[in-house]
């Protein structure tokens, strides 16, 4: 009977994998998080913890929204496998086939950001746009962008934390944290790149000079979407966009930027932050479930 | 009869308006360069010859690429009219009332770099590509972008020459040429900042140092691209990539710059010059006018 369907999804993080189970009303019913080790570990837990709260023939459609590198091309034969060497021991899992076996339907997978792309533009900050983009700014950066009706960068995904950024004038001197780049967002603004110049972001004064580089390297990048792709919404999540005070300095960084060059929606709408918090990933791992493989 | 039905089409420079007509088959039967004057003596000189070598009753569709910034959005009321202040005096004209009054039929209107973009995947370097980028490095810098179906920036368009940029180490002095932005594509690798540091780039030699300065910077603006929408094809095209050894010194700095990160296709296929050469803002106009307002 409908009422007793269950739509499952997992927002499949490095560290920890959260997984929920929704109602036919889209309400989370039951919900947890298992910490994320090796593969084989992490996987047997979480598809114990489904196992043990579905009943029999009451699941109907199941998602993940996942780290990446990963292949998200339903047409591909390793759909749902980790690439890339990003998390030590996970390239080559194919998440998609495990639930796809461990739980016996069918699975649809994407990047995290595409997850909570799809959940803010359902029931979020971009509810009602048809363009956003969902920025995640925490241990590494990356971006879920949404135009023309579908999500871009298909067939495979955005890598938006590696693109070329100014240096700040303050900045000059700082080595970036990736491995790959000296010169990219995540290497010069993500929180492990914060944490490297000043230490934990949690405790760090709204004065500390850090906030103004990070915010001027985030405005960088609000800067390139909206010259590039002009979406309707730019939402910033992730770590480190719980300091209350950074959204409103990414946004007069922006402004300085921008230098009135173009027309643009105030930035106080255009770049914003989630409306879902932290439970963006796993509604957007439920609701890409739900959606199906387009 | 529908043998004798012409399209006709408008690339709608800065400094040179290109006209054309083809006919039934796609074939140009005829066409005309009205220099840039003022608006009333331009739209005026374009319109007549349009009129002289029409037969009554015999044009079929109408297209203009065009420079910009432009309102490109079928839906608005100002669809058409150049907005801002880029090019003096234009602000305000609306190129696309103009010629469906002078013409009395409809007329579509995109931008140039769209236009160009229509045309390299119609029948040039970016043919059967699903996504595709059309980059021009003229006196300005501009991108067309193609993906899920249409053209990306809807609405409104991109104007992807204010990305800002990473400064080349031998090039931290130059004062950006662009009023609005001292960090921007635009502004530090258009062929006015080529112009501004050594010199025409048609008299440079191959091993004059300010080609290493433009290629690490286009190779930025390809990274850019690539990170954020995955294109199957970049085209870079307008005067600057008129240097003949330019597009492998992109390619090379790209590949150095991108570090192995991500798995892509070689540079020598996603990175290219246009396969129609100084006709592709034309072929794309004449196309534009075909296809209609979508």
Known sequence: MSENMLHGGIDAGGTTFKCGLADASGALVASHRVPVTTPEETLAATADWFTAHIEPGTLKTFGIASFGPIDVDPRSASYGTITGSAKSGWSGTNLRAHFENALALPVTLDTDVNGALLAEMTLGAAMGCASAAYVTVGTGIGAGLFANGGFLGRPSHPEFGHIALRRHPGDGNFESVCPFHEDCLEGLASVRAIRARAGSPEDLPANHPVWDIAADY???????????????????????????????????????????????????????????????????????????TQ
């Open 218 to 292: 985030l405005a960088q990048a609000a800067r390139a979407l909206t010259l590039t792709l002009r979406p309707e919404r730019i939402v910033l999540g992730g770590g480190l966009m719980l300091a209350p005070h950074l959204i409103s300095r990414i946004r007069k960084a922006f402004d300085e930027q921008m230098g009135g060059y173009l027309e643009h929606a105030p930035s106080a709408e255009l770049i914003t932050t989630p409306g879902l918090g932290d439970n963006a990933g796993l509604i957007g791992a439920i609701l890409l479930g739900q959606q199906g």
